[in-house]
């Protein structure tokens, strides 16, 4: 910035001189003029000078201040290069000390290996020294060996290998004596173990449920308020009672028994519904053919109803969860069953609980154990509807909602019709056993007449526009309702003979059987 001013002011100056020189020149003949001029001259000069002294003063301020400045940036370079320098030698001396170290390590690693080194060595010629004594002493054994041998043979007058099948020979016969004595005292002790086990856990089981031992019956009392409401019962000519028998399928007996009517059928859930029906009725008072079908109609509904209830009741009181729907309406209709004259319903819990503790006692699956149970007797409320037995039908219903394989094989394997897959299947299979076997549970008589009464409803179900069929008076006729369209007044007559014949072929009874059957048209229409 100095050096700029000066040559600034030095060419003003020139300047100056320029334009007084040029006055001078043009005006020579004023001296005055002249005088003031060379005055002003002089006097720029000076001015002019003392601007050039202070500009090099100022130039050598600066030019000192910039030597200052470079000087201060080359001490702070030369100081922070002396500090990286610094620290370059501390991690050099640093890395020195660790390649130091790894050094007298790895001599120190070195100096163990050259003495294990030679330990082994030494240990080597050792071993080689033992090796050649066993070798030496070895050798002197199979001599000795073979010596002793020839000496055994010599005395026994048996080779080595005849020797050695005959101690052979010998063991076995011992083993096996052995082994069939111990075999056999363990069936035996096992035996007495399983026998006394077993016998404790029946007891305990049957001792704990004590359940009632009960039959059922065909036949359901009905009271009456009074005989007069027999009369109504029976109807004009008797319409109400054979538009009831007809409706519901049972055999309404009204008898001199005062104040009590009698509902008679095989089928423990029609009995019931016409029970509740004439219930309804009696309590109405309004019977006629109209009144009676709705009142039926009803009923059925509320039997419906109650055997849902019934199968998630027996459900809840037995531990079982989680059933199909399907199952549990199964379930609540064996209320309605009998098997040898026990109800099925009480049966199948009876079982569930046996089976339950005997699984308990013995360390398995109580609820497996239930489940099994309560449902091995379910395919008995379908046989009156398919075919196949109540194994079978209980096989299939039970897979088609989903249970457990193991509690289908309870179904299958109770009557030992299939081999049995698990424990519990054993033991729903012994409760069973022991439900049905207890004095008073069962009665073979009614069994044999309940089946009797299917197998006629059966034969008469098979013929082509058949609608409904009942058989009442305790099997001693059989109804047949058949559809107006499909049957007419010709073929009625031939499809008693057809059903009669096949009566007589394939079922045994007691007197005969009468076929009715029954061709209705109807005409209805109400009055608002």
């Known amino acids: 910035m100095g050096e700029l001013s000066l040559a600034a002011l030095t060419g003003a100056l020139g300047v100056v ?15 005055a003029e002249v005088a003031e001029l060379q005055r002003a001259k002089a006097t720029a000069e000076d001015t002019a000078g003392r601007i050039l002294d202070e500009a090099r003063r100022e130039a050598e301020t600066l030019r000192k201040g910039a030597i200052v400045s470079g000087k201060e940036e080359v001490l702070q370079l030369r100081e922070t290069h002396e500090q990286e320098f610094r620290q370059r030698r501390v991690e050099v001396e640093r890395d020195e000390k660790r390649v130091i170290e790894r050094e007298s390590q790895l001599d120190r690693v070195r100096e163990g290996l050259e003495s294990r080194e030679l330990e082994v060595q030494r240990r080597g010629k050792d071993m080689a020294q ?67 086990e077993a016998r404790k856990i029946v007891a305990l089981a049957v001792q704990r449920v004590a359940a009632e031992t009960t039959a059922e019956t065909t036949v359901s009392a009905v009271a009456l ?78 039997v419906e109803v109650a055997i849902v209830e019934t199968g998630e009741q027996a459900a809840y009181e037995v531990g079982v969860t989680g059933l199909h729907p399907e199952l549990v309406k199964l379930i609540g209709r064996m209320k309605w069953r009998t098997s040898y004259g026990q109800n099925i ?18 360390g398995l699956d109580v609820a497996l154990a239930k ?33 457990n394989p193991l509690v289908v094989n309870c179904i299958a394997a109770h009557h030992d019709d299939v081999p049995h897959e698990s424990e519990v299947s054993v033991l729903v299979q012994a409760a069973d056993g022991i439900s049905g076997s207890r004095p008073g549970a069962r009665r073979e008589a009614f069994e044999t007449y309940v089946k009797r009464l299917e197998g006629l409803e059966r034969i008469a179900s098979s013929y ?33 003979e057809e059903i009669a014949r096949r009566i007589e072929s394939e079922l045994q009874y007691p007197g005969q059987i009468k076929v009715v059957v029954i061709r209705e048209s109807r005409a209805v229409d109400f009055a608002r």
């Open 17 to 31: 001189a320029a334009v007084i020189a040029y006055v001078i020149g043009h005006r020579g003949g004023r001296r």
């Open 130 to 196: 033992r090796e050649d004594a066993a070798t030496a002493r070895t050798q002197e054994l199979d001599r000795l060996v073979a010596d002793e041998r020839r000496k055994l043979e010599q005395i026994a007058g048996l080779s080595v290998d005849q020797a050695k099948a005959e101690l052979v020979r010998r063991l076995e016969d011992e083993a096996l004596a052995d082994a069939a004595s111990r075999l056999r005292e363990i069936r035996e002790s096992s035996k007495r173990n399983a026998d006394r």
């Open 225 to 302: 308020p009074n005989d007069e409401m027999k009369g109504r019962i029976i109807g004009r000519e008797g319409r109400n009672i054979r538009a009831f028998e007809l409706a519901t399928g049972v055999d309404v007996i009204i008898d001199d028994t005062p104040d009590t009517v009698v509902v008679s059928c095989f089928d423990p859930v029609r009995r019931e519904t016409a029970r509740l029906a004439l219930e309804k009725l009696v309590s109405d008072g309004r019977i006629h053919p109209g009144r009676i079908e709705e009142v039926v109609a009803k009923a059925r509904r509320e």
């Open 345 to 362: 319903l009480a049966h199948s819990k009876e079982v569930a609980w046996l089976a339950g503790m005997m699984a308990a006692e013995l």
């Open 371 to 403: 489940r099994g149970a309560l449902l091995h007797d379910i395919g008995k409320v379908l046989t009156h509807e398919h075919e196949g037995t109540h194994v079978q039908l209980g096989v299939e219903v039970a897979t088609k909602y989903g249970e």
């Open 464 to 496: 082509r526009g058949v609608e409904r069929v009942f058989a009442i008076q305790a099997g001693r006729e059989v109804r047949v309702v058949v559809t107006p369209e499909q049957v007419d007044d010709a073929r009625m007559a031939a499809l008693s």
